[in-house]
């Protein structure tokens, strides 16, 4: 993933353009908890459609595809070390690390607007007419 090359304090400004010399790719160790489907996990992966939000704070989010995982960060025991294997077998050293994001699936829900729904509760009970029996 790409994560920001400055510290947080020294990010541009919201709405700024940001210089791909300002971003650095990392390979890391993420975990991955919850429902999902394998396969359009896979191919999203493949597709290179992962991406971290909000990468330098302590709970980031990792998209992939169209599903958003929530996370933090988090030592392992003892070192990751992120090999690859060439044509010949041969393996090559990619990464050694002992950070890794661990995150779950994120189950969004609707947020309802107590003050709209009310309002809305009030709009339907006066449009229906009240039957009110004729005084004699």
């Given at each position: 993933?790409?994560?920001?090359r400055?510290?947080?304090?020294?990010?541009?400004?919201a709405?700024s353009s940001?210089?791909?010399d300002e971003?650095e790719?990392?390979i890391?160790?993420?975990?991955?908890?919850?429902?999902?489907?394998?396969?359009i996990?896979?191919?999203?992966v493949?597709?290179?459609?992962?991406?971290?939000?909000?990468?330098?704070?302590s709970n980031?989010?990792?998209?992939?595809?169209?599903?958003l995982?929530?996370?933090h960060?988090?030592?392992a025991v003892?070192?990751h070390?992120?090999?690859?294997?060439?044509?010949?077998?041969?393996?090559?050293?990619?990464?050694?690390?002992?950070?890794?994001?661990?995150t779950?699936?994120?189950?969004?829900?609707?947020?309802?607007?107590?003050?709209?729904?009310?309002?809305?509760?009030?709009?339907?009970?006066s449009?229906?007419?009240s039957k009110v029996?004729p005084?004699?």
């Amino acid at each position: 993933f790409r994560m920001p090359r400055k510290s947080a304090a020294q990010q541009p400004a919201a709405g700024s353009s940001t210089s791909d010399d300002e971003w650095e790719e990392q390979i890391m160790i993420a975990e991955v908890d919850g429902v999902l489907d394998a396969q359009i996990f896979r191919d999203a992966v493949e597709a290179e459609n992962v991406n971290i939000r909000r990468p330098g704070t302590s709970n980031p989010i990792m998209q992939v595809g169209n599903s958003l995982y929530t996370g933090h960060w988090s030592k392992a025991v003892g070192t990751h070390i992120i090999l690859q294997a060439d044509n010949n077998q041969h393996l090559k050293v990619l990464s050694v690390n002992q950070k890794m994001l661990k995150t779950e699936k994120a189950l969004l829900t609707a947020v309802v607007d107590k003050d709209a729904a009310a309002a809305a509760a009030a709009a339907a009970t006066s449009k229906s007419p009240s039957k009110v029996a004729p005084k004699h």
